[in-house]
């Protein structure tokens, strides 16, 4: 008989992690042209974004998304909630054209454009500048809180991304309300949730962009997830060239690398420490990597020095790198099964949007009946209906509505027949409908509204019911 043997415990007071460490990546600056293309859609992004809710379009915001007044202003055009067709067609086109974009050429939209990789790279720029290049940063931080330098170039990069996080809030929140509105409001210290929404937003940019930074990439968006969906071994991607580079390791610019048994790579880990997401690019396609082409300005740089040839990481296509296809060869894979569907369905789309916004009338009618009186007799022995209708000019500019009824023999409108609208704005207006009575049998019969302009084209018409009592 074996006797069981014991069973080991496990020892005490010793800590397990689930997650592993974080190590802060230190980013170092590159110059390229890859970089150069960063900074020239950061100026054009912002540019955009800073300046957009200060435009005027007549005596108006040129871009406002007003919704205490239920509308939105682009450019020259007044949207209403009844207009949300619109904005889910503009969600549907921007998210095939991030697909078809990223099918071509993978995430360059993460390395260039994203919020966060703009917002972390000013933030970036600012920290550079105060605390200094990536070998002093290293030190300051390992320098003890006692040391003189450490506050206050801390303190002062803290209050710059403070100051560009507030005014980030401050600007999105113009879009929402009138930012000269909004600028008044905040230095009377009023519009309790106005200065919530700018704090809200302004904490976002600092947390994400200042303190969390590729850590959003890597585990908050969820772009970073489902990308793979997207790529295939066509797609445009940051690679290295493993049967160029390999074996790696570092030489003096006098060796041959071929007679030495060498690749091109001398391992002198730039790539990695340029990388904003804190990766290694020469261990293949990783899901953090950004696309940003920081490692490519790197090693180049680097092949520059040693008298190499550049490309070692280069963009280029999966298939392209096995079969050492030249750049042409790569891009004529471009028009593929995939990218051809994503490219039809975003053109139809990008035409019946705009041909809708062409043909687009500006008025809109919803008619409500008065359920307090559902139906009457009235003087002269006429049988009374009660409505309601909200008139919204889409225009600029007041317009004159002429109302009329069809449907029933003898139907009349009893009210005011016409209105006025004031520029971009609507109206309940109170519509009484009347036939003689005995006209028309008992029951429920169908009505049109008609509402046109005394003076234009714009038209409308809405249908009701005209109920007779037994």
């Known amino acids: 008989m074996t006797t069981p043997a014991p069973q080991q415990q496990p020892p005490q007071g010793k800590f397990i992690p689930l997650y592993q460490a974080k190590n802060k990546v230190y980013p170092r600056a590159i110059d390229g042209v890859f970089n150069r293309w960063r900074w020239v859609l950061v100026f054009l992004t912002q540019l955009v974004f800073y300046g957009l809710p200060w435009l005027q379009w007549g005596e108006r915001q040129m871009v406002l998304f007003d919704l205490g007044a239920r509308r939105f202003y682009l450019f020259g055009l007044v949207l209403y909630p009844q207009d949300f067709i619109y904005l889910t067609g503009l969600l549907i086109i921007s998210a095939l054209s991030l697909f078809l974009f990223t099918a071509v050429a993978g995430r360059l ?17 600012l920290e550079n500048r105060i605390e200094g290049d990536r070998s002093t940063r290293m030190r300051l931080d390992k320098a003890p809180w006692t040391s003189w330098e450490k506050l206050w170039r801390k303190g002062l990069k803290q209050t710059a991304w403070i100051a560009v996080a507030l005014w980030t809030g401050f600007t ?18 009023q519009g309790t949730w106005q200065l919530f929404w700018v704090f809200f937003y302004s904490f976002a940019t600092y947390g994400f962009a200042g303190h969390m930074r590729e850590q959003v990439c890597k585990y908050m968006c969820p772009y970073a997830r489902f990308q793979s969906a997207m790529f295939d071994k066509d797609t445009l991607i940051v690679t290295y060239d493993t049967q160029r580079g390999e074996p790696r390791g570092a030489r003096s610019k006098k060796v041959d690398p071929k007679a030495a048994g060498l690749g091109d790579c001398i391992d002198c880990s730039l790539c990695v420490q340029v990388c904003p997401t804190g990766i290694d690019i020469r261990n293949g396609l990783q899901y953090e990597c950004i696309g940003c082409g920081l490692c490519v300005d790197a090693c180049n740089s680097v092949m520059d020095k040693v008298n190499y040839p550049r490309g070692l990481i280069r963009y280029a296509t999966q298939n392209g790198m096995l079969q050492r296809w030249s750049s042409a060869q790569m891009v004529r894979r471009v028009l593929r099964p995939r990218v051809l569907f994503y490219t039809t369905v975003l053109v139809g789309l990008s035409v019946a949007l705009l041909t809708s916004l062409s043909l687009r009338v500006p008025l809109k009618v919803d008619v409500v009946r008065d359920r307090a009186a559902l139906s009457r007799l009235v003087a ?9 209708l909200q008139i919204m ?14 449907g029933l023999e003898g139907l009349t409108v009893a009210s005011e027949p016409e209105v006025e609208i004031g520029p971009a704005e609507s109206r309940w207006v109170p519509v009484l409908l009347r036939i003689p009575y005995g006209s028309a049998s008992e029951g429920s019969h169908a009505v049109h509204f008609e509402v046109q302009t005394v003076q234009g084209a714009a038209h409308v018409t809405e249908k009701s019911v005209f109920l007779v009592p037994r």
């Open 109 to 125: 939209w993460c390395g260039f454009s994203c919020p966060q990789t703009v917002y972390t790279e000013i933030f970036m720029w």
């Open 172 to 189: 999105f929140v113009g879009f929402f309300v009138p930012i000269r509105q909004l600028g008044g409001e905040i230095m009377a210290l």
């Open 380 to 388: 002269g022995g006429q049988l009374e209906n009660v409505y309601r």
């Open 393 to 406: 000019n889409a225009t600029e500019a007041p317009q004159r509505y002429r109302i009329s009824a069809s």
